[in-house]
């Protein structure tokens, strides 16, 4: 064998920065977009970059003057912690119990539960344990109710003393027998602390109205609004699709700095400005494109998903990236990004887009989409009888029966864990 150095030619696909940059702004969501226009803006002197939306945010610095008053941009959020420390303000305590509580509070996790024992509070803090005991049932006293709970059943516990419903029996329940009382093993439970199924269902009714996460309703982020990318309507006889106009902005070449930049004799300056020119082009080129594929992906949908706009959701039709891909010519992975945290008001309620997209379930049947499927499986559990609640097999023949839809009990059981709906023994109510 030859030993040497020797020149071969290959072809490879190489990544390029503006290919990169391309591929992130499709699957960019809005407020993205947003965040990285403003910041090329102020990287960039020949961009001029102005929202169109009910903001009318502009970042055009020869005209830098504010559409929001920044008192306009004061933050109302409040976390749990901020909540339960300005109520200590209130309270006759002491100092030394202050203490006590501020550590508990920033010990609680995000659903108000207290993770630490008392014995680790008084060993750390180096306090007595009584003091730290009697402290932790000030914080109890708080509000949100349950808030300072060690576990759901003291939560639980907790609130119903608020209510003053509190009873032997709730507090039998709750604290010996809970995990028996949650699973609904109440005729066994009736039998040994002799009591009716009736009396642990009165007890069940009033529990069910209280907050087992009483902590979560204080988040520890910023709430999350969305605004939808598209709006679908009917006008006269059939459905149009636009592009929200609150998400709609404007980028264009600043010509006025652009002809100082070139008047300039430094050639420094002349290749600093070639070289922002072409980042500008390529943006707005990226843009474009996004916005035609976007556009080109909802107009599909629209055919496609024909029914579900007329109709709703329990006609959805089974649909693919794939599918659609080929039928608007692009790649799958095109469709996946473009539709990434993207959304469309409809007027049934705004829906991420992926939600158009599902997966097509045919067990020995017509195909239906897992959509659908959800849909069907809601309105029979909704309408059951609460006493006899359907099982999973009785909802796979009921499937079949009123909706055609054939599906296997293991599926029927997997789209119930998913709508967060509980097995037909702990759906089931002993007295209506």
Not at 284 to 313: C, D, P, V, Y
Not at 317 to 326: F, G, R, S, Y
Request: hydrophobic residues 35%; glycine residues 2%.
């Amino acid at each position: 064998m030859e030993v040497g150095l020797f020149q071969t030619q290959s072809l490879r696909v190489v990544m390029s920065k503006e290919l990169s940059q391309a591929i992130s702004l499709l699957q960019y969501s809005y407020t993205e977009i947003l965040t990285f226009l403003q910041e090329q803006a102020m990287q960039n002197p020949l961009m001029d970059f102005q929202e169109l939306g009910s903001t009318s945010l502009k970042s055009d610095r020869h005209s830098m003057k504010p559409s929001i008053e920044f008192d306009q941009l004061r933050d109302d959020y409040e976390s749990l912690q901020e909540h339960l420390i300005s109520q200590l303000h209130f309270l006759p305590i002491s100092s030394e119990e202050e203490l006590i509580i501020t550590y508990l509070i920033y010990s609680l996790n995000e659903y108000g539960y207290l993770d630490e024992d008392i014995e680790h509070v008084s060993e750390v803090l180096g306090k007595d344990r009584e003091i730290v005991k009697s402290s932790l049932k000030t914080l109890q006293q708080l509000e949100p109710s349950g808030v300072g709970a060690r576990n759901l059943s003291e939560c639980l516990w907790i609130q119903l003393k608020r209510k003053k419903q509190e009873t032997p029996l709730a507090l039998q329940l709750l604290k010996d027998h809970f995990e028996a009382f949650a699973l609904k093993k109440w005729e066994k439970l009736s039998r040994e602390l002799n009591v009716t199924t009736g009396d642990i269902q009165e007890i069940n009714d009033q529990i069910i109205h209280l907050n087992p996460r009483p902590g979560l309703q204080y988040s520890n982020e910023r709430h999350r609004y969305i605004t939808p990318d598209f709006i679908v309507k009917k006008v006269a006889d059939r459905y149009d699709v636009h592009m929200n106009a609150e998400t709609d902005f404007t980028i264009r070449l600043n010509q006025q700095y652009m002809n100082v930049l070139a008047e300039s004799r430094s050639t420094e300056a002349k290749a600093y400005l070639e070289d922002k020119q072409r980042e500008l082009q390529w943006i707005m080129k990226s843009l474009n494109t996004r916005k035609r594929t976007l556009q080109l992906i909802m107009e599909a949908l629209l055919i496609e998903q024909e029914a579900f706009f007329s109709n709703g959701m329990a006609y959805m039709k089974p649909l693919t990236m794939k599918q659609l891909a080929d039928k608007i010519g692009v790649h799958e992975s095109t469709i996946s990004r473009a539709i990434r945290n993207k959304y469309v008001e409809t007027s049934f309620g705004t829906y991420e887009m992926n939600v158009f997209f599902n997966s097509r379930v045919s067990e020995d049947g017509e195909a239906s989409s897992s959509a659908q499927i959800k849909e069907a499986m809601q309105t029979l559990i909704a309408n059951e009888n609460r006493q006899k609640p359907l099982s999973d097999q009785q909802l796979t023949k009921l499937l079949k029966e009123a909706y055609n839809m054939s599906v296997s009990r293991r599926t029927v059981a997997k789209y119930r864990d998913e709508l967060h709906i509980l097995p037909s023994s702990q759906r089931k109510v002993y007295v209506c």
